[in-house]
């Protein structure tokens, strides 16, 4: 092709043209601004979830109807919230968003490897989205709009005998959409990982971030197919005539079971991974000190990812499992401690000795390894089957992964989010109003979920939109939990909107010498083509 | 050792919110209900002694936390040591966990253990799931009826609000109880947690547990898994009868429940023909 005038002109052309306007952003192959794409959507989302989550407290702040006309429109609340909150909101942020902006970054790279696909990922999300926000406007069970079945989607409530209307369909495709999108970064982050490290980024420098980001990953690739099949099993079977799920055929609706946990155990630690790594970074950061056992973090990561691959069922123990299977998951899911109980001694050790600097990012950290324990020590109670049969679909549940993901790994976004969105914006956050957020957040957070430890313990049971009696009193504290919450929420609107009104600049590097990672010898914001020429780590 | 602690425990819940568990949920309870099986008695003190331990844990972090804030702050503290290994310390951190676990896990297995195997079976009853309510049937005897939520405008006492069935599952006091569990549309859950038993009522599978009550009384559960619209809707109450008690309602209940059996047969015996 070289004797080709024509392209030879062409090459060339594009340099040092940026691409403005909505181009710039629908067209976008810089991974930078994919991030910041994917945490707006991130936000957005988040808000949508939130208001589900905060109806949801008010219909049950007082016994009796409240809010929602009938107990199927709050079932499809219960639904929504999951789904948007892990798919939408969690996933996006985390690992679409800081780790987009961070990966190629900490590891000294000009960019993902494969650009395009970058934002094919992205994009694939925004349709997914609306697919999911269409389902609960169409007709879902008979004279009933929406999917009100849980995010879990187990049939028969989600074939056609549950929820006729194409409700259904449309959550099956927002799946398959977000799925594949997940896929697509997936492969992207893995190949950047392992080929696009800067000279002398040896596997075992990279900051503890990018390991997070790569085993979660690799839990996305190797998880995710199996969503996908198990989603377009229901969906033939609601549209085809198959019978992989319809026992009148010979189908077994535990099978989806055992095939939704295969994924759905995996995509909890997806969640919390990468907020993992955050807390690492800014742990080691703001007490001035390297991490405490870096190859023992890594490598419990690993660890964690790969035990969570073999515990599925320990989210179905009343399935009428026989004693052998309940007692292997029982066995395997408890192993899980030790690598959890691990990061958070090496995240103590890191502070130890340390000279911590009380910055709001250190306020989440801090917040997360505490809430993250609660919610740890809790899950070691849950897996032990005896005592599981008592919780099991029981507020405690509810209690325990909410203070893991809505405490934990929402602690993790926001320590991410105040760690570097001066680097992002090139604007500091206002440091008062952010405290203020934090504080609000923690006690608004523990109000709503504390008390429904007390409430599984009594046997309230979870998505029940009324409730005996006795059990109003905990459920009305919980409720005034989600208001304070609510106010920390409105707080945080604010912070952004005074950190994209303000003027100031974000110095290069804000946090001293405890930031060692390569983000912070770049400019803030940095610029387009991050490095100009590779960093050498030596 | 490992009772002692639970009873602990169980006077210190009952000490905090001034009253000793029932087999009902309560205001502001902070416990378990009341257990009155010996299944639900197991799990009633390893979560007890699992409790102990969790506290243990989470407070240990909290002061680890707490001292280190304090002690390691940067006013306190400027000059930040360079320690990022401790061989020693990591093996604890591996080891003691797992010697936890393996604790934990013994009491454990045994209560699963008690789950799973019945002793010898004295009545069986089977529990059909539909949306929504619940259908008994005691295959030995014949009878078989519907159990549905009774509307809080119909209660006599309100405290018993989503709570309380037309009919109850009634079962006779001291005797090993079979319940066989299954559903007519989609999964549903046969929750009692006094009786320590929470089994899925799946489609086209059977599922079986088994209890033992010996106090008599009315024990009250619920749906535990998502079943539609009216999931919150279709509480279960189970009687439990003194044998003598029992065996007179046993013979109400034949005539009551079984002729309507009977009539349904008939007619659509009747029917039959009329159809071809």
């Known amino acids: 092709m070289a004797n080709n005038p024509a392209h030879t002109a062409d090459h060339g052309h594009d340099h040092g043209h940026e691409p403005y306007g909505w181009r710039r952003w629908a067209y976008s192959t810089n991974h930078k601004d994919i991030g910041t794409m994917y945490l707006i959507f991130a936000v957005v989302a988040g808000l949508i979830g939130f208001y589900m989550s905060f109806m949801m407290r008010m219909e049950l702040m007082y016994p009796g109807e409240q809010v929602f006309k009938n107990p199927h429109e709050f079932n499809v609340f219960v639904t929504a919230h999951g789904v948007i ?389 905990w459920n009305f504290v919980s409720s005034l939990g989600i208001i304070v919450t609510a106010v920390g929420v409105l707080v945080f609107l604010l912070i952004l909107y005074k950190i994209f009104s303000s003027k100031e600049q974000a110095a290069v590097n804000p946090w001293g010498a405890g930031a060692t990672t390569l983000e912070w010898t770049l400019p803030s914001p940095p610029n387009f083509h991050s490095y100009e020429q590779l960093p050498r780590i030596k | 050792m490992y009772r002692k602690i639970s009873a602990a425990v169980a006077t210190a819940i009952a000490v905090a919110t001034s009253g000793s568990a029932l087999a009902t949920p309560r205001p502001w309870q902070l416990g378990m209900q009341e257990p009155v099986t010996s299944v639900a008695q197991g799990i009633y003190d390893l979560h007890n002694v699992l409790l102990v331990i969790c506290v243990l844990i989470a407070s240990f972090v909290l002061g680890l936390l707490l001292y280190i804030m304090v002690r390691f702050k940067a006013s306190a503290n400027p000059v930040p040591s360079k320690t990022t290994h401790n061989t020693f310390l990591e093996i604890v951190w591996t080891a003691v966990p797992i010697l936890i676990l393996v604790l934990i896990a013994i009491p454990s297995f045994k209560l699963l253990a008690h789950q799973a195997y019945a002793p010898k079976i004295d009545l069986t009853i089977k529990a059909t799931g539909y949306q929504w309510y619940w259908g008994y049937e005691y295959p030995d005897d014949g009878i078989s009826f519907d159990a549905t939520m009774v509307q809080a405008e119909d209660l006599k006492d309100k405290s018993l609000r989503l709570m309380d069935t037309d009919n109850h599952l009634v079962i006779p006091a001291g005797k090993n109880i079979r319940l066989i569990t299954t559903a007519a549309d989609v999964i549903h859950a046969w929750a009692v947690f006094p009786f320590g038993v929470n089994i899925n009522a799946t489609p086209g599978r059977i599922n079986e547990v088994w209890f033992r009550v010996d106090k008599t009384g009315t024990y009250y559960g619920h749906c535990n898994k998502i079943c539609g619209a009216n999931h919150a809707f279709m509480p279960i109450a189970v009687d439990v009868l003194s044998e003598k008690d029992y065996a007179a309602w046993l013979v109400e209940a034949k005539k009551k429940f079984a002729k309507v059996e009977e009539t349904q047969a008939v007619k659509l015996a009747a029917l039959a023909p009329a159809a071809r």
């Open chain 1, 85 to 473: 909150m892990i798919f939408f909101m969690v996933m996006p942020a985390l690992i679409g968003g800081f780790g987009n902006w961070f990966v190629p970054l900490m590891i000294g790279a000009p960019d993902m490897a494969f650009p395009r696909m970058n934002n094919i990922s992205f994009w694939l999300l925004v349709p997914a989205f609306l697919l999911l926000v269409g389902s609960a406007f169409v007709e879902g069970p008979p004279g009933g709009i929406g999917f009100g079945g849980g995010w879990t989607f187990y049939p028969p409530l989600s074939d056609v005998i549950g929820h006729p209307g194409p409700a259904m369909d449309m959550v099956i495709f927002a799946l398959h959409l977000a799925g594949a999108s997940s896929l697509l970064g997936a492969v992207n982050f893995i190949t950047t990982i392992f080929n696009m490290r800067a000279p002398g980024m040896t596997m075992h420098k990279m900051p503890l971030f990018v390991w997070s980001i790569l085993v979660t990953v690799f839990l996305l690739l190797l998880s995710l197919p199996v969503l996908a099949g198990c989603i377009t099993m229901l969906l033939t079977d609601r549209n085809f005539g198959t019978v992989f799920y319809k026992v009148t055929g010979g189908g077994d609706p535990i099978l989806f079971q055992h095939l939704f946990w295969f994924f759905g155990h995996p995509e909890v630690y997806i969640l919390i991974l990468p907020a993992f790594g955050i807390v690492s970074q800014v742990v080691s950061t703001f007490s001035n000190k390297p991490v405490f056992g870096y190859l023992g973090m890594a490598y419990a990561m690993v660890a964690i990812g790969g035990v969570g691959f073999v515990v599925w069922a320990h989210h179905m123990y009343t399935i009428g499992m026989n004693f052998e299977g309940r007692a292997y998951f029982m066995a395997a899911t408890m192993v899980i401690a030790v690598p959890t109980g691990i990061k958070i001694f090496s995240w103590i050790a890191t502070m130890w000795g340390g000279s911590i600097q009380y910055r709001v990012p250190m306020l989440w950290a801090i917040g997360f390894i505490f809430v993250f324990t609660v919610g740890g020590v809790t899950g070691v109670v849950l897996a032990n089957v005896g005592v599981n049969v008592a919780l099991h679909d029981t507020y405690y549940v509810v209690a325990h992964f909410h203070y893991t993901m809505s405490l934990g790994a929402v602690f993790g976004m926001f320590c991410g989010f105040y760690y570097w969105i001066g680097k992002m914006s090139g604007r500091p956050y206002p440091e008062g109003l952010a405290k203020l957020h934090f504080w609000l957040t923690f006690f608004g957070i523990n109000l709503v979920f504390f008390p429904q430890h007390f409430l599984g313990l009594a046997g309230m049971p979870r998505r029940y939109q009324d409730y005996p009696d006795a059990f109003s009193g």
